[in-house]
């Protein structure tokens, strides 16, 4: 199976920061690699896909970048909305597996 | 509008079993494979089981493989995933998800059905 790693498990940021999350994969996965938000209690959200593909109807103050095995997920100017836990996944292959999250909390 | 609505979650006994479903709209259900994953009370998401568009393909985590069987029934665009022999670390709200066309991420998450496994 692909392991995925995030770094930092939890970030503090203010409003207006740049914020970049790092996900690893064990493996490679190519660009096959998807970036979700999700706040309490609610599901799941789709970001990014292809790991620099803009879904639609997400800010573009949202990014991703990188291929292989270490991708990134910058917010470029922290909005209120966007205290949140972000995840990766991996779809390169079965079974798909989730990086840990990051906590992006209020400083 | 897209939208997947989960139901079937519940309370059970260890060893007991249960069945979600998950009624789409919005979408020709069909010609998407769909997904459950699943999340731990305060812990992160776990991919559970896939199926194709068709049923005819159905993919497992091996921590269910064995006990969960993913289902689907075109006709009334639900999805399903029966549950046995469940165990304490089965308790989770779980999501039915649907996959975008071709690659294998998620696009359409349903709100959630809480299962907890406990006597």
């Known amino acids: 199976d692909i392991q995925m790693t995030q770094s930092p498990s939890t970030l503090s940021a203010s409003v207006g920061d740049r914020v970049t999350i790092t996900c690893r994969a064990s493996q490679s996965i190519s660009s096959w690699l998807a970036w979700y938000q999700q706040k309490p209690g609610k599901a799941p959200k789709l970001l990014i896909y292809k790991a620099s593909s803009l879904e639609s109807g997400v800010p573009s103050r949202f990014s991703g970048s990188g291929s292989g095995t270490e991708f990134t997920l910058t917010i470029s100017s922290l909005q209120p909305d966007d205290f949140a836990t972000y995840y990766c996944q991996q779809y390169n292959s079965f079974p798909f597996t989730f990086g840990p999250g990051t906590k992006v909390d209020i400083k | 509008e897209v939208q997947l609505l989960e139901s079937g979650g519940g309370l059970v006994q260890p060893g007991g079993s249960l069945r979600l479903s998950c009624a789409a709209s919005?979408?020709?259900?069909?010609?998407?494979?769909m997904s459950w994953v699943r999340q731990a009370p305060g812990k992160g998401l776990e991919w559970v089981s896939a199926i194709t568009g068709s049923g005819a393909g159905t993919y497992y985590a091996d921590s269910v493989k064995g006990r969960f069987t993913i289902s689907r029934d075109n006709s009334k665009n639900t999805l399903y995933l029966q549950m046995n022999s469940l165990r304490a670390e089965d308790t989770a709200v779980y999501y039915c998800?649907?996959?975008?066309?071709?690659?294998?991420?998620?696009?359409?998450w349903g709100q959630g059905t809480l299962v907890t496994v406990s006597s």
């Open positions: 998800a649907k996959t975008s066309t071709g690659p294998n991420f998620f696009d359409y």
């Open positions: 919005g979408l020709s259900f069909s010609s998407y494979a």
